[in-house]
Protein backbone atom coordinates (compact mmCIF):
# COMPACT_ATOMS: atom_id res chain seq x y z
CA UNK A 1 0.00 0.00 0.00
CA UNK A 2 1.68 3.10 -0.81
CA UNK A 3 1.33 6.60 1.46
CA UNK A 4 -0.13 9.66 -0.03
CA UNK A 5 3.23 11.13 -0.57
CA UNK A 6 4.07 7.92 -2.53
CA UNK A 7 1.52 7.90 -4.58
CA UNK A 8 2.04 11.95 -5.60
CA UNK A 9 5.81 11.14 -6.34
CA UNK A 10 5.01 8.06 -8.33
CA UNK A 11 2.13 9.66 -10.67
CA UNK A 12 4.73 12.50 -11.24
CA UNK A 13 7.42 10.28 -12.01
CA UNK A 14 5.10 8.17 -14.05
CA UNK A 15 3.92 11.85 -15.76
CA UNK A 16 7.34 13.02 -16.74
CA UNK A 17 8.28 9.85 -17.71
CA UNK A 18 5.55 9.61 -20.12
CA UNK A 19 5.97 12.75 -21.51
CA UNK A 20 9.91 12.47 -22.21
CA UNK A 21 10.92 8.87 -21.72
CA UNK A 22 14.22 9.79 -20.20
CA UNK A 23 14.47 8.59 -16.74
CA UNK A 24 13.39 10.58 -13.75
CA UNK A 25 15.29 12.56 -10.92
CA UNK A 26 14.10 13.71 -7.89
CA UNK A 27 15.37 17.26 -8.34
CA UNK A 28 13.39 17.31 -11.81
CA UNK A 29 10.25 16.34 -9.47
CA UNK A 30 10.87 19.23 -7.45
CA UNK A 31 12.08 21.71 -10.30
CA UNK A 32 8.78 21.17 -12.29
CA UNK A 33 6.71 21.61 -9.09
CA UNK A 34 5.02 18.46 -9.52
CA UNK A 35 5.42 18.20 -5.67
CA UNK A 36 6.41 20.14 -2.39
CA UNK A 37 8.52 18.13 -0.85
CA UNK A 38 12.42 18.49 -0.77
CA UNK A 39 14.54 16.33 -3.26
CA UNK A 40 15.86 14.48 -0.24
CA UNK A 41 12.40 13.90 0.49
CA UNK A 42 11.52 12.68 -2.98
CA UNK A 43 14.82 10.65 -3.39
CA UNK A 44 14.01 8.50 0.21
CA UNK A 45 10.52 7.86 -1.23
CA UNK A 46 11.79 7.13 -5.01
CA UNK A 47 13.72 4.42 -3.14
CA UNK A 48 11.16 2.72 -1.65
CA UNK A 49 9.21 2.80 -4.44
CA UNK A 50 11.72 0.99 -6.00
CA UNK A 51 12.40 -1.36 -3.01
CA UNK A 52 8.40 -2.18 -3.39
CA UNK A 53 8.54 -2.81 -7.31
CA UNK A 54 6.69 0.20 -8.86
CA UNK A 55 10.18 2.38 -10.24
CA UNK A 56 13.07 0.70 -11.90
CA UNK A 57 16.65 2.60 -11.74
CA UNK A 58 18.38 1.73 -15.05
CA UNK A 59 22.19 2.39 -13.90
CA UNK A 60 23.47 3.91 -11.12
CA UNK A 61 23.95 7.47 -11.87
CA UNK A 62 20.37 7.70 -13.47
CA UNK A 63 16.85 8.55 -12.72
CA UNK A 64 14.11 6.18 -11.80
CA UNK A 65 11.74 4.98 -14.85
CA UNK A 66 8.30 3.06 -14.10
CA UNK A 67 7.53 -0.50 -13.76
CA UNK A 68 4.93 -2.16 -15.44
CA UNK A 69 3.83 -2.88 -11.41
Known sequence: MLTERQGKILDSIVREYT????????GTIVKKG??????????????????SGFLLKPHIS???????K
Do not use: C, H, K, Q
Open 19 to 26: MTAVPVSS
Open 34 to 51: YVEYSPATVRNEMFELED
Open 62 to 68: AGRIPSD
